[in-house]
């Protein structure tokens, strides 16, 4: 009954979603079988060139031959019968290099998610993705690093930089989102109900990278939100206790602080905090939320996992609830990523001290979850009421980067379908409703 309740609640919006995460192994091995591409058994993994099943190259098409295979694939490009005594985090963050050439259908991709979105009553994503197919990071890696960063910005615009990320970028949403209406039947009369669905765009950042790269990737998300409304903001990502990331952490956030200087309208949120305890050194566990709101001028934090090892936890919680930050809570992907559920999860406390947070997926393809998965977490893991859950629905729009007008559009339509929902007469309705408050 929870279920059938949560599935029907209006949720919002998801600020927190990998676009290349979000999709089903399944997809992805449909679209290499389609598009001619191979699987390497020997990593299984899907991968592009001449098949040759002899030399462990098969064609995709064999994995729906053959439901070994096809299981295996699965498996590995996902957290599906994963071991949680196993190390979850490292094949997750594994299973990225094994979509191969099929990660390359953007469009499919938003189609899919924007559908799913609307299947479980959303009606917002901001999705990560770098935009600009990664043109800013190869022009910092050519032009070189230069810890000057106000001379490093000069000798890259004077260089055409701006043009060319903005361009590219353009270029490649508009590529993808007329692929996503074809495939939604967006103009004809019986839409897929996905066609609703507003996305926006988050700027990815590989903070693993060298710092002239990473340099000239932030640079970009910064130039692109300025010039393109569908692209609102920039996070950093990859593996926060990659030793690269780990290293030039304080670089990264100057980097931000000088750059949000140059460009203050742009929004930012970061994730910080995806660490615990026997990750990293402890020292490492003190300061990264902490310094990703005052340095790095974030407005939100994604995953926040370890706040309360930061340095006086307490009076961060209580500065961020000032500074109204908004934690986005990806509970299925700290559970298989980190380990951290139930009481070990900070999101009681980030909730008894004030500070906004959303249910976010992150990347539920790869974590096999959904939003609805995640409500239904926050409640039987979290003792979340519905209150709170709608709280947080209402969050999701009010702590969204969105637009002003836009903004206000989504505020109308999800109190206009929270009044539906709450409204319905059925016995069954008002049984769920009444658990689930309780």
């Not at 031959?65 to 295996?72: G, P």
């Not at 991709?109 to 299947?119: H, K, Q, W």
């Not at 008894?352 to 979850?369: F, H």
Request: aromatic share 6%; glycine share 8%; with cysteine.
């Amino acid at each position: 009954m929870l279920l059938a309740f949560l599935t029907q609640m209006p949720k919002g919006g998801d600020l927190h979603n990998h676009l290349s995460g979000a999709i089903y192994a399944e997809s992805y091995l449909r679209w290499a079988a389609d598009d001619g591409l191979c699987i390497a058994t020997a990593t299984l993994s899907i991968v592009g060139g001449t098949c040759d099943a002899a030399a462990g190259r098969p064609p995709a098409t064999s994995a729906f031959q053959n439901s070994v295979l096809f299981n295996q694939l699965v498996d590995a490009m996902s957290m599906r019968h994963w071991d949680p005594s196993l190390n979850g985090h490292d094949h997750f963050f594994a299973t990225f290099g094994k979509m191969g050439p099929a990660s390359a259908r953007t469009g499919d991709m938003l189609a899919e998610v924007a559908a799913r979105a609307a299947a479980e009553q959303g009606s917002y994503l901001e999705l990560m993705q770098t935009t600009d197919g990664g043109v800013g990071g190869a022009r910092g890696v050519a032009a070189g690093w230069d810890p000057d960063l106000a001379k490093l910005r000069d000798k890259l615009l004077a260089g055409g930089f701006r043009d060319a990320v903005v361009s590219a970028s353009r270029t490649r949403l508009d590529q993808a989102e007329a692929r996503e209406r074809e495939l939604l039947k967006c103009a004809a009369t019986q839409p897929d109900p996905g066609c609703r669905v507003t996305i926006r765009y988050i700027y990815q950042v590989a903070r693993a990278g060298a710092p002239a790269s990473v340099f000239g990737q932030i640079l970009a998300g910064f130039e692109i939100a300025s010039a393109d409304p569908r692209v609102v903001s920039l996070n950093l990502v990859q593996p926060e206790d990659d030793p690269a990331a780990v290293r030039e952490f304080p670089l990264q956030m100057s980097m931000l602080d000088y750059l949000h200087k140059q460009y203050p309208a742009v929004k930012i949120t970061l994730h910080a905090g995806e660490l615990t305890a026997g990750l990293v050194p402890p020292e490492t566990l003190r300061f990264h939320i902490r310094e990703s709101v005052r340095t790095g001028h974030a407005l939100r934090i994604g995953h926040g996992v370890d706040v309360m090892f930061e340095d006086d936890p307490i009076a961060l919680l209580e500065e961020m609830a000032a500074k109204k930050v908004l934690v986005e809570i990806a509970l299925t992907s700290n559970d298989v990523i980190l380990g951290i559920k139930g009481s070990r999860h900070p999101l009681r406390m980030y909730l008894k001290y004030g500070v906004p947070v959303a249910l976010v997926t992150d990347d539920a393809g790869v974590s096999r979850s959904t939003m609805t998965q995640e409500y239904r977490k926050a409640v039987e893991e979290q003792g979340v009421d519905y209150r709170t859950l709608k709280r947080m629905a209402r969050d999701s729009i009010d702590y969204s980067f969105a637009d002003v007008p836009t903004k206000a559009r989504l505020r109308t339509e999800l109190d206009t379908a929270f009044a539906a929902f709450e409204g319905r007469p059925s016995p069954q309705a008002s049984s769920l409703k009444s658990r689930a408050v309780r």
